[in-house]
């Protein structure tokens, strides 16, 4: 691709080992004040040890600045990733460029970036993913988790290397330009409704509930309960369990509850023969 035939064969090195090293961001947290900084801080090395390989004292100096927090969706911050080191290049070859900026960028684009991330990773293609693995699973078909992981993998694996170029090479004007034309909005919008419409897709198909109960009629058959339920509202079931489940998340009940009431609930009904 053409974002990657602009950058130098020493700077593309530098990249490839930043993008590398981008997965082990989240292996260490430092803490609430300084969340994934030692992650980052690892994943940017590269860049640091190439720049300011002979200036030890502005080699420490970008270290001490990239010690503060940081935080983005791992699938889009090698964005940042490469803007910075993009930046720590101009602050070692410029004496007037000022090193505060890097940082402070960096720091105003965790907001946006991760918005955009959880939006398009977790909400729209995590559930696909999840929707087509589940679906397959659930006949049997070993294809489940094997399409899940690549289905999820491979965009995602496919946009940290491309944007940990894009940072290097774009630098930050491309986020501020997405703001002042209003596209980031946009996207933000278009990804939030994909999602929740995923998110209703999967209930609709995947939450089932049939009831077992009937009342009996003498000197003919049984009316099913099922019957009624599926003429008055089919899926009516699923919909309200889903809805209250929403309404305990709202009320911040940790989800591990609402999955063990769930759970409990079914066995109850399954026993006592309504499901």
Known sequence: MKITKNVSPEDKKIINKIFWRSFTVFASRAGATKAHAPGFMYSIMPALDEYFKDDKEGHRKAMMRHTTWYNITQNVGTFVMGLVASMEKKTAQDPNFDPDSTVAIKTSLMGPLSGIGDSIFWGVLRVIAAGVGISLASQGSILGPILFL?????????????????????GDTFIQDMYKSGSMKLLNKAASTLGLLMIGCMTATMVKFESKLSIPIEGGKPIKIQTYLDQLWVGLVPLVVTLICYWLLSKKVNVNWILLGVLVLSIVLGLIGVV
Do not use: D, K
């Open 150 to 170: 690549l289905i999820y993998n491979i965009p995602s694996i496919t946009t940290r290397y491309y944007l940990t170029y894009m940072g290097f090479t774009v």
